[in-house]
């Protein structure tokens, strides 16, 4: 799956002098397609570079990631930065992205009661 809008934003991203602009962009996105809140499963190799995040400091925003980005009624604020860091990592790392969607399967079980 690729969202050709949030891999244009992250090609923004790529840009130093742009990087502030493209994350407030980029959480926009994010906190608006649900499908792009989960990460995305290609990126070109010039932004798998960017990407310097740990796989623990990215496990560990999970939970924030998660309610910053509920489409209907998000419970956290993440600053945009968090919210682009994380979003490019679940791009790149398959481990995260398996884990994060085990967390929003669950979530989304408890939320109906399940």
Same mark, same amino acid.
């Not at 990407?51 to 925003?61: F, G, I, K, P, Q």
């Not at 791009?91 to 939320?111: D, F, I, N």
């Given at each position: 799956?690729?969202?050709?809008?949030?891999?244009?934003?992250?090609?923004?991203?790529?840009?130093?002098?742009?990087?502030?602009?493209?994350?407030?962009?980029?959480?926009?996105?994010?906190? /608006?397609?649900?499908?792009? @809140?989960?990460? %995305?499963? +290609?990126? !070109?190799?010039?932004?798998?570079?960017?990407?310097?995040?740990?796989?623990?400091?990215?496990?560990?925003?999970?939970?924030?990631?998660?309610?910053?980005?509920?489409?209907?009624?998000?419970?956290?604020?993440?600053?945009?930065? /968090?919210?682009?860091?994380? @979003?490019?990592? %679940?791009? +790149?790392? !398959?481990?995260?992205?398996?884990?994060?969607?085990?967390?929003?399967?669950?979530?989304?079980?408890?939320?109906?009661?399940?």
């Amino acid at each position: 799956m690729r969202c050709d809008e949030l891999y244009q934003l992250l090609t923004i991203y790529n840009r130093q002098s742009d990087r502030t602009l493209a994350c407030q962009f980029i959480a926009t996105h994010i906190r /608006a397609c649900l499908s792009c @809140a989960s990460g %995305l499963t +290609r990126l !070109a190799q010039s932004l798998l570079s960017l990407d310097s995040m740990t796989c623990e400091l990215c496990r560990a925003r999970f939970p924030s990631y998660y309610e910053a980005t509920h489409p209907n009624h998000p419970q956290v604020s993440m600053p945009d930065m /968090a919210i682009a860091e994380v @979003a490019l990592h %679940l791009g +790149r790392c !398959a481990a995260c992205h398996q884990q994060y969607e085990a967390l929003v399967e669950l979530s989304e079980m408890e939320e109906m009661g399940q």
